[in-house]
């Protein structure tokens, strides 16, 4: 996960769409998922991809860090 000096945001995954300003989310696994300059999101080792929506309605993700 990047350093960051501003707070989290822990939201229930599959309840809400993720909001423009994510930029990482965490997954329970601990891989960080990462939204490229097209708006998909990736995991550091580049071997998962999905799309915003199918991200957010995945039930493992555990935290977002705001952009």
């Given amino acids: 996960m990047v350093a ?6 822990v939201f229930l995954a599959g309840r809400r769409d993720l909001p ?12 960080v998922w990462s939204r490229d300059r097209y708006g998909v999101f990736h995991t550091e080792d580049n071997r998962h991809h999905l799309d915003p929506a199918a991200l957010s ?9 705001p952009a």
């Fill in 4 to 9: 960051d000096s501003r707070a989290p945001r």
């Fill in 57 to 65: 309605a995945r039930t493992d993700l555990v935290e977002a860090v």
């Fill in 20 to 31: 423009p300003d994510v930029r990482e989310v965490r997954d329970d696994q601990g891989r």
